[in-house]
């Protein structure tokens, strides 16, 4: 809680344990937004939201604040970088608060940020809907965002667009240019997002609350109503984890690559895969260019656009090396989504190429890594009295007694780590015979032992 000179509270942050774990595993791009405000102090309720395994978004602590201005987005942030072990995420997005945009600069010193692109092509009617060609400029600016695959179609694109309409003196215009690395699909499309272009998340997430919080709400309540509200996000993850583990999506034809995919994605992310598996009937190709590792392609496929549902036919290139089986397509899917592109699949096919390279399956939809979130004891979680959870919890307790008892020394850190190291690979090798390949949640797998860094793979 953060208090004025009076002691009386200015903002709050509040995350549990779970949430702080999860941070660990998913806490590398979220969503950030303050549009709600729900509570009897007329504080804007702030969550920070990510994605999960599944797909599902996921809460990773939230503020309520008392003024939406750069010292309390600052405050929030630093508050919850230190709950979160000093880890920034490599990704935030939110709408186009100078405040919001200040702090992160201030605190979050290395993470891509990204402005909403909904809520700026929302505001795109209410700021051009005063010239008389409206109708045309609308659906212009729309195609100038986002049909164009690379920075310099959009540079050429937008030219063309502000002298056709003369548009030249249109302040919010010139902001929106000046700013064009933060929004347009072109210019972040090179970082992962987890397919995520705007706060909508958030936003959701805001009205998911609705039930459980309302105007009248105070502080106490709002911290018991918020572990009341988890529990329903908690038993949704888990249902999907038992759907995952115990059925699967039948394959559409049997190819082993899909097969691939099928075994090693959550369902749900089986279903995005097959989305663009299918999506190659919409697609053709041919090779432009071909060396003996380097091949080109062009992919060509007729896309919808709009309410008006026109067609396009728009041209991907993919590159493939054909001694590693890499594809790279400039559409930048995998980039952005972690989900390799019907673009991709394509020349895959070509190719005969029946196992994509470990580096497509993506590791944060995979149903075979144990997040170690989902163990995390926590009272709202009924699942929490298992027997599987009684024995985790028994188990970081007496870890956690012997890390306290060998912290001091390093021969000690180092008898205590090594012998670790020795048992999880005792425990992965017996899983393995067992017919498991299950990995673990926290993609940091290197220690420093002595002056010799070990790897617990």
Known sequence: MDLDDEGRLRNVFWADARSRVACKELGDVVTFDTTYLVNKYDMPFAP???????????????????????????WLF???????????????????CMAMKNAIEEVFLNTRHRWCIWHIMKKASEKLEKYDAYK?????????????LTKDEFEDAWEVFIKKYKLEDNEWLHGLYLERN????????????????????????NHYFDDYINSKTTLKQFVEQYENALVKKVDNEKNEDTKSSQSYIPCIVEDELEKQFQSAYTNAKVKEFQNEFVGKLNCSLHETKASDVWSEYEVKEWITFGEEKRKKRVSFTVNFNSVTNEANCNCRLFEFRGMLCRHQLMVFHERRVQRV????????????VKM????????????????EARRHDNMCN???????LAEDSQDKYDKVMTRLLELKRELIESSNVCGSNMTFGTPNNSFLIGDEILSSK
Request: positive net charge; glycine residues 4%.
């Open 372 to 387: 170690v979130h989902t163990k995390v004891r926590i009272k709202y979680d009924n699942s929490s009295s298992t027997i």
């Open 357 to 368: 390279p470990d580096k497509y399956v993506f590791r944060r939809w995979r149903k075979d």
């Open 78 to 96: 630093k508050t919850w970088m230190t709950c979160m072990w000093g880890c920034a995420p490599q990704a935030i997005i939110t709408d186009q």
């Open 48 to 74: 920070f939201v990510s994605v999960n395994h599944h797909g599902q978004s996921i809460l990773l602590g939230c503020g309520l604040i008392s003024h939406e201005d750069t010292k309390s987005f600052s």
């Open 136 to 148: 045309s400029i609308s659906p212009s600016f729309h195609n100038v965002v986002y049909d164009s």
């Open 182 to 205: 933060r929004w347009v699909p072109a210019f972040v499309k090179d970082v992962f997002w987890a397919g995520m272009s705007s706060t909508q998340r958030s936003e959701s997430m």
């Open 398 to 404: 007496l870890s956690n007694e012997v890390a306290d």
